[in-house]
């Protein structure tokens, strides 16, 4: 049973369009994740909510919106997409300490 | 806020050496000091960590090394596999903080047969 699932793996869209990523974790963490993961490999993250309460928002563009309607799903939807949106974004959740559990990610192509 | 550089960026090895995978951090109050493998094509995955209340921690043929006083950590991984050929990342956090962890920029190591 996987603990962190996103869905979809892949997505290929066009400029301009817009989509969503979903993720939901079985581990009853209160803190979940998004982080973008570049060509180069660089982990940067994006967003953090704490029991469905945003906490962290770093610099990302408005076009970026996460949602998380419980403590369990962390959506997250892009509008307006970019070629430079093209990346791998990887949905994470956090246990106690501290370790993260990452999604599998979801790789979106922007043509 | 909490900056962490890791190094070097690529490592080829021959399979049966040791690779070394170093980092550094720069706040003194980070105390949780995790490692991550990423695997092509999946997401990263704890492979050890460690806490700032210890300097060495071990599980079969990785280990990881902690110096305090220089902000500094290491990734050993002996005996090396095909099979460890990987993304490596480092990162530090303040445990049990809401914070994030900061990561480093990863280590590509390469172990060839």
């Known amino acids: 049973d996987t603990a962190v699932s996103q869905t979809p793996k892949y997505l290929v869209t066009q400029m301009g369009n817009d989509k969503s990523i979903k993720c939901e974790q079985n581990l009853g963490h209160d803190t979940m994740y998004w982080y973008k993961q570049d060509s180069k490999k660089f982990l940067k993250i994006m967003f953090s909510y704490n029991n469905k309460e945003l906490i962290i928002n770093e610099t990302v563009p408005n076009r970026f919106s996460p949602k998380s309607p419980d403590k369990a799903h962390l959506n997250l939807h892009i509008n307006s997409l970019e070629l430079g949106d093209s990346a791998v974004y990887f949905c994470a959740s956090r246990g106690d300490p501290g370790e993260l559990f990452f999604g599998e990610g979801s790789r979106l192509t922007v043509l | 806020g909490e900056n962490v550089e890791q190094h070097p960026s690529t490592l080829s090895v021959q399979e049966g050496d040791s690779a070394v995978i170093k980092c550094t951090y720069s706040?003194?109050?980070?105390?949780?000091f995790p490692w991550y493998k990423q695997e092509l094509g999946k997401g990263p995955q704890l492979i050890i960590d460690?806490?700032?209340?210890?300097g060495e921690k071990k599980d079969q043929r990785i280990a990881v090394t902690l110096n305090k006083t220089a902000k500094h950590f290491s990734l050993h991984i002996t005996e090396t596999q095909p099979e460890d050929s990987a993304v490596y990342f480092c990162?530090?956090?303040?445990?049990?903080?809401?914070?994030?962890?900061?990561f480093g920029s990863g280590t590509q190591l390469t172990v060839l047969p």
């Open positions: 460690i806490r700032s209340n210890v």
């Open positions: 706040d003194s109050a980070s105390n949780y």
């Open positions: 990162a530090a956090s303040i445990s049990g903080s809401a914070r994030q962890l900061t």
